[in-house]
């Protein structure tokens, strides 16, 4: 009975010990977040990781705001990104337009769709990639649901929102328009090379010294 008693004590201990460890780990996590954001801001650097949406587009504006806020010295964003949802893309590239700090742009991995967008939106001479990141330009498309009115009405959207980005990036490279909506009427992919022959990015890089 005693040895019983014993070892339920262990247990019970035991027990408690694990859930304080565990309770440590979980409050760390958050201590981590917290001092990545930090340096992150200190550095001046925002990171544009994974899908464009509603949610990222309003952490990376208040970022930018915040860093407009503290002082004019240039921002970072390193950009790897599908793409995503053009509306959001379209408020990250107009409060980078917006704010007076020049913004710096470095694409890896891939820089994709709405997040080309994105990356159009530093100066041309500001526009830097790392040398594996590859870049695509294409048609903006999306699901057409409703009555018939509906899908028209979603359709002539559509076809005003490609002739806005095809200007855009017309704009922002110097291409002609024409080639611009010929070559974005399919997934058009680039390497970082031909993203230059393109007047998309300005300079490859290797390493931070040379920003």
């Known amino acids: 009975m005693i040895l019983a008693r014993q070892n339920d004590l262990k247990a019970h201990t035991q027990s408690a010990i694990n859930g304080k460890d565990q309770e440590t780990k979980d409050d760390a996590k958050p201590a981590r977040g917290g001092l990545i954001d930090e340096k992150l801001f200190n550095s001046r650097a925002i990171t544009i990781f994974g899908e464009i949406n509603d949610k990222l587009a309003r952490s990376v504006t208040e970022r930018l705001l915040a860093l407009a806020a503290e002082n004019d010295e240039p921002i970072s964003i390193y950009i790897s990104s599908p793409g995503g949802h053009v509306e959001s893309g379209d408020v990250v590239y107009d409060i980078i337009k917006f704010i007076k700090p020049v913004v710096r742009v470095i694409g890896t991995g891939w820089v994709a769709s709405a997040a080309t967008t994105i990356y159009l939106a530093a100066e041309k001479e500001n526009r830097f990639s790392l040398p594996n990141t590859r870049f695509l330009v294409h ?48 997934d058009y992919w680039m390497s970082a090379e031909e993203a230059i022959e393109y007047g998309i990015v300005s300079r490859i890089v290797k390493s931070a010294a040379e920003i």
């Open 139 to 186: 048609q903006p498309s999306g699901g057409s649901r409703g009555s018939a009115s509906d899908i028209a009405i979603q359709a002539q959207e559509i076809v005003k929102m490609r002739a806005r980005i095809n200007k855009l990036i017309a704009d922002e490279t110097g291409q002609p328009l024409e080639r611009v909506a010929q070559d974005t009427d399919r």
